[in-house]
């Protein structure tokens, strides 16, 4: 993972602890989009590993200590470096945004999903939106509920462990990964759920390793595409 300072930077970002990241997803995080690659920004970030955050203490059993880590790590940039906002390099740190936003006094966006009360206003309250998640078992109500969502009316959670080479990055994590069979996968389940499910108004990213196939599935599916770069550069806008 990149470990770029500099001190022009508006937005620093909490990585998964060097060391920690499958073998697959460093395969990813080569690709422009990519939350941990420096080329998916036209401005500077900061990126900071964050001691004890890997898949197990934040996707499958969020853990309240690196919490608190992350919490001191995101108050000690905003003084230290002068960080005006803090986001994160995954979508599931969403079940920590009310705490880390309190602790870093500037604005947090933890999680693409925060997103998604924004898009269902953008298209009516009644619309049908689509979430492409990491994990669609991992992802329960207490992350929609921290992440703004109330209701689940014409929400389609869609995950990406249903696919096996995708799959492979955490049941293999030294294993390495075919990068366009996974870009098949990750379009094949958005045009999927729009073949299964007609009325989708719009497709909202949760993970931060998607956005690099933002553009691909605007142009098969006709429709728009929120992610993690759509939301930070939106903040990186307000900042």
Known sequence: MPAVRDEAAKIGVLCW??????????????????????????????????????????????????????????????????????????????????????????????????QVPFVRLLHGPESEIAIITANARALGPRHLRAAGIASMDGLHILGLEQCPEWNRMFAEPDAGIDLNVIEQEVLGTALGALQKHPGIRAFVLECTDLPPYSEAIRQQSGLPVFDFITMVNFLHSAI
């Open 17 to 114: 602890e060097t060391g920690q990241v499958p073998r697959g997803l460093q395969q990813l995080e080569t690709l422009v989009g990519n939350s941990t690659n420096p080329a998916s920004y036209a401005y500077p970030v900061s990126f900071h590993p964050v001691r004890g955050a890997n898949v197990h203490t934040i996707l499958e059993n969020p853990d309240p200590k690196v919490l608190a880590t992350m919490m001191a790590d995101a108050a000690a940039m905003v003084a230290e470096k002068g960080i005006k906002a803090i986001t994160t390099s995954c979508g599931f740190n969403a079940i920590f945004q009310r705490e880390l936003a309190q602790a870093a006094g500037v604005p947090v966006l933890t999680s693409s999903l925060l």
